[in-house]
């Protein structure tokens, strides 16, 4: 068996970025050369493998890397069975259907026996076959928006994030096939025979994820209003509460959700709140 653990991660395109944060934050340093295949991690036992997005599912089901970070949207279209460890958080968009604003086609099933450009044919087959709605799929690797102006086909399957490239394209949806988002993939049979270096590498990942919406807050108050206060702090567990030099007076320290700070201070103030500090989290093992 292979000394350390593979991990393949796409090269190129938009999920490059966050992977590469993701696992900077997790605490791995490597130097990563545009032109390099491979990666190595300086403080663990772990190959980066830079590889097209495309070929990240093919990579770990053949065992070549043990884990890979790849977009679920492409685990349908391969039919790709391999075990998902975890979602990443980033890389969200969805697989839609969606035709010229200027045409006639209002639902999916306008489109019956039409032609739909996609680039990923084989999930907008199974999308269209499952509602038996009959279409002739014209397969693309790109620029799958264009399509109608071209004349190539009458509706399109294509993903979207904010949808300002469909309107951009004067296309307008017409239906979601999937919701996508990276995901942390596994090869089945590394899963039983590195599961403990896996895990070690799961549990950093994800401890940096947990922590990416939470915040660690701390404020004083009179131990009066001490249940009006935790009332309001729903944390992770009871909050910390610290008695200080002045009688009369705590601190409470608590982890809050990161999207309930600005609604939260104005409370914790009311409620007698004050020296309020809101600090990042680098890292949360719950
Ligand atoms: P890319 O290599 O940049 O074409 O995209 C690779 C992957 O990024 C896709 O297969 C999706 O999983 C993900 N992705 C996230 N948002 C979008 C989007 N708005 N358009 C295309 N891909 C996206």
Redesign the pocket.
């Known amino acids: 068996m292979r000394g350390r653990l593979r991990l393949a991660v796409?090269n190129?395109?938009?999920?490059?970025e966050p992977t590469l944060e993701l696992l900077r934050d997790a605490g791995l340093v490597f130097e990563a050369h545009d032109r390099s295949l491979v990666a190595r991690v300086e403080n663990h036992d772990l190959d980066i493998l830079f590889v097209?997005?495309?070929d990240v599912i093919e990579f770990v089901g053949d065992g070549v890397a043990d884990l890979g970070v790849?977009?679920?949207?492409?685990i349908a279209e391969a039919g790709a069975e391999l075990p998902q460890l975890r979602r990443l958080g980033?890389?969200?968009?969805r697989l839609a259907v969606a035709a010229p604003d200027d045409s006639p086609f209002r639902a999916v099933e306008d489109l019956a026996g039409l032609r739909v450009a996609t680039?990923h044919p084989e999930t907008t087959r199974r999308y269209f076959a499952g509602r038996q709605i009959a279409i002739d799929v014209v397969p693309l690797s790109?620029a799958v928006e264009v399509a109608p102006r071209l004349g190539l086909a009458e509706a399109i399957v294509?993903?979207?994030?904010?949808g300002s490239?469909l309107a951009t394209n004067g296309l307008r949806p017409l239906g979601d096939v999937l919701a996508?988002?990276?995901v942390l993939v596994a090869n089945p049979a590394a899963l039983g025979d590195r599961a403990a270096t896996i895990e070690a590498l799961d549990t950093m990942v994800s401890s940096v994820l947990a922590a990416r919406d939470r915040k660690y807050l701390m404020m004083n108050a009179p131990a009066a209003r001490l249940g009006e206060l935790t009332g309001l702090l729903p944390g992770l567990s009871s909050p910390s509460v610290i008695p200080l030099a002045e009688s009369g007076l705590v601190a409470i320290h608590a982890v809050v959700e990161a999207a309930a700070v600005w609604s939260l201070l104005p409370r914790l103030r009311a409620a007698g709140g004050s020296g309020i500090l809101i600090l990042p989290i680098e890292k949360l093992v719950p």
């Open positions: 796409p190129k395109g938009r999920l490059v097209r997005t495309n790849t977009g679920l949207d492409l980033f890389g969200r968009c680039a790109g294509d993903l979207v994030s904010t490239t996508s988002e990276a």
